[in-house]
């Protein structure tokens, strides 16, 4: 059960009527304030050779302004790295009660040579919870870890996992090796025990295996709900939700409506195919709907809204979604027009009481909810 809020807390004139939280919002870390956060041997490191994977915005097929609003960046520095102008776009703008911050830094760094991994990860924790969680107390954060030195992501998720302020552990769907396979066990060790979640956003490591590189951004873009069932059939057939029967994953801004055709595939094959995977001892989609979240950013938008309503209604598992505005990117969902998209019945519990359950925030009271 959680706490809840006092009616005294701060509104806003375009304040919703129920409790508002955005479950994917990037803040971004300048060099300059992460190198003060590393020791000397990974400074020189830094200086000399920067980073073995480059982000999102520096790979081909690029999108426009970097992949953010026009109007996000602040004077002299990158989108995300100004906690006032996060402030006045979003938090203040919308009323939003709790924010999750997702720094997306963390999937392009957490696969450096391991000791540097940890350091960057760390760094950036580090940089979040100082110039960030210390100044906002609506905001809650991600725990960015060295993914594919699973032994030090442990260490990472440990270090943090005492403090509520963080989470949800970070993991992206672009991995070296699929997400589902034993050497990346230790991170869903630690985290189940520290009674996290895992919050699997797109992105990390541009392979493009499958289908092979694209030629367009458009391509790139809707290819994300592809990854992150990828990810989910990986962990899945695996066993890694037998192994950790209490641990939670959020996909997050992978859309949503793929996910029921998923569950009737995996179910009809996994009827003829038991064999295969005698660990599954229940069907499929019972495991997906037990252990899976979704963020609605980018979720669907058919011209007939009915059809999205009619596709949730097939997944079931409207108590498993959760707002997000995805904000400071192109692609933005204005906290004031995504209920609009959903049901009716389901609204309250999409823009903010789904994810005041799984991470544990205080609902507001004292105002009516629509």
Not at 8 to 33: F, W
Not at 48 to 54: A, E, I, L, N, Q
Not at 230 to 235: D, E, P, R, T, Y
Request: with cysteine; glycine share 8%.
């Amino acid at each position: 059960m959680t706490e809840t809020l006092s009616s005294a807390a701060r509104s806003t004139p375009s304040r919703a009527a129920h409790t508002l939280v955005d479950s994917d919002i990037h803040p971004h870390a300048p060099a300059t304030d992460i190198l003060p956060r590393l020791a000397a041997q990974h400074r020189r490191r830094w200086e000399m050779f920067g980073s073995r994977v480059p982000g999102p915005p520096e790979i081909y097929p690029r999108v426009r302004n970097s992949g953010f609003r026009v109007d996000s960046w602040p004077e002299g520095g990158f989108p995300g790295s100004d906690l006032q102008l996060v402030r006045d776009q979003l938090l203040d703008e919308f009323g939003v009660d709790h924010g999750i911050l997702i720094p997306l830094q963390g999937h392009s760094w957490g696969a450096e040579e391991p000791r540097y991994a940890a350091a960057l990860c760390g760094a950036l924790n580090d940089w979040v919870d100082e110039e960030w969680l210390a100044a906002e107390p609506r905001l809650r954060s991600s725990i960015a870890i060295p993914i594919e030195a699973p032994d030090l992501a442990a260490d990472e998720i440990r270090r943090h996992a005492g403090d509520p302020r963080f989470v949800q552990v970070l993991l992206s769907t672009g991995g070296e090796s699929g997400y589902g396979v034993r050497r990346y066990w230790p991170i869903y060790r630690a985290a189940a025990e520290a009674g996290l979640p895992i919050g699997a956003h797109t992105g990390g490591l541009e392979q493009h295996r499958g289908a092979g590189w694209p030629s367009f951004y458009l391509e790139e873009h809707v290819w994300n709900a592809n990854t992150m069932a990828s990810l989910i059939m990986s962990m899945l057939c695996e066993g890694v939700f037998e192994e950790f029967p209490t641990l939670q994953v959020v996909c997050i801004e992978g859309g949503i409506a793929w996910a029921g055709p998923l569950m009737w595939a995996l179910d009809e094959a996994w009827a003829r195919l038991r064999a295969d995977v005698p660990h599954l001892r229940r069907p499929p989609s019972e495991y997906i709907r037990e252990h899976i979240w979704f963020t609605t950013q980018p979720v669907e938008e058919p011209a007939d809204p009915q059809h999205l309503a009619v596709a949730l209604d097939h997944i079931g598992m409207n108590d498993r979604i959760m707002f997000a505005s995805d904000y400071p990117h192109w692609d933005f969902d204005s906290p004031r027009l995504a209920p609009r998209l959903f049901p009716v019945a389901a609204r309250q519990q999409i823009m903010g009481a789904n994810a005041c359950r799984l991470y544990g925030l205080p609902e507001r009271v004292g105002e009516a909810a629509r």
